[in-house]
């Protein structure tokens, strides 16, 4: 999720682009809210591509890569290690799955099996758009391609599609680690308002304009993760940054308040990124598996 702080940061021609299509949008609002509403959605599901570093490029070469078919895209799975017990990890928006090789290295030591996936239009993985729901099922199928897996740790965007794999696709999962996820789905797309400058009336419409791609089957109010993670019985690990600018830290305590079940540990200074990088926050997700693991 970028902000005016990792804005600030890009490249030119990020920044440039990013100032045209704010231009874009507020000559859309005044002369075509409805060709704004349908540019908003278009650029709303339009993930960036992020290129993986030369260490990341290493922790690649050194799994093994499968592909797996969802309707007309091929989704790359990594594997590293051979344990027992498997875990799935699951990157965020404009991420990919080499992202997470902190937690992976350290699952591996602790003997798992670790599968990491790159999400439709993301990383190695086909398409070019992608939405909630299309990335919640791709987690689905690749927990039942896989048979079954131990525990699932996502990553923001992740973390949310997560809990909605679990709740509208039945995915099964023992254990889950959600890292910097946000309690509430309207929140992304008030925060995309924001930042591109678009108008409440323009996000309105396109957000029902994504409802009525699914043929009304779900509201944005319903797919809340703070609602969609009241009722489950899994131990739950919620990990966040107390500074985090980008999805702040009273996301992490409504997700708490929801589930008395669940266990929170903060961060600090790590923000939203970072913090896939930071030992104690790995630490603290490998101990909590190891400690709420069902017995064989």
């Not at 929140?187 to 924001?194: G, H, P, S």
Request: charged share 20%; glycine share 8%.
């Amino acid at each position: 999720m970028i902000n005016e702080n990792s804005l600030s940061k890009s490249h030119l021609s990020i920044r440039l682009h990013i100032f045209l299509l704010r231009g874009l949008f507020q000559l859309l609002e005044r002369i075509s809210p409805w060709l704004a509403s349908r540019l908003a959605l278009k650029v709303f599901l339009t993930p960036p591509r992020t290129k993986a570093s030369r260490l990341e490029n290493k922790f690649e070469q050194q799994g093994a890569s499968e592909y797996v078919c969802l309707g007309n895209k091929q989704l790359r799975i990594l594997r590293h290690g051979s344990g027992g017990r498997t875990v799935l990890l699951v990157h965020g928006w404009g991420s990919r799955a080499t992202h997470l090789g902190g937690y992976a290295s350290a699952l591996m030591q602790a003997g798992y099996c670790v599968y990491s996936l790159d999400g439709p239009a993301h990383g190695e993985s086909t398409g070019v758009a992608t939405d909630m729901m299309e990335f919640s099922e791709t987690i689905a199928l690749i927990v039942d391609h896989l048979h079954g897996i131990d525990a699932v740790v996502g990553h923001s965007f992740g973390a949310a599609c997560t809990l909605l794999a679990i709740d509208r696709f039945g995915m099964k999962v023992k254990q889950l680690v959600l890292i910097s996820c946000f309690a509430d789905a309207i929140f992304i797309t008030e925060i995309f308002a924001r930042f591109f400058r678009i108008g409440q009336s323009v996000i309105r419409d396109m957000r029902a304009l994504l409802e009525r791609r699914y043929q009304d089957a779900w509201q944005w109010e319903n797919i809340a993760p703070r609602l969609l993670i009241r009722n489950l019985d899994n131990p739950i690990l919620l990990i966040h940054d107390l500074y985090d600018d980008e999805v702040p830290f009273v996301h992490a305590q409504t997700l708490h308040s929801s589930n008395a079940k669940t266990q929170l540990f903060s961060t600090r200074m790590q923000g939203h990124r970072k913090i896939l990088r930071d030992k104690k926050g790995i630490n603290a997700a490998v101990a909590f598996l190891s400690e709420t693991a069902p017995n064989p």
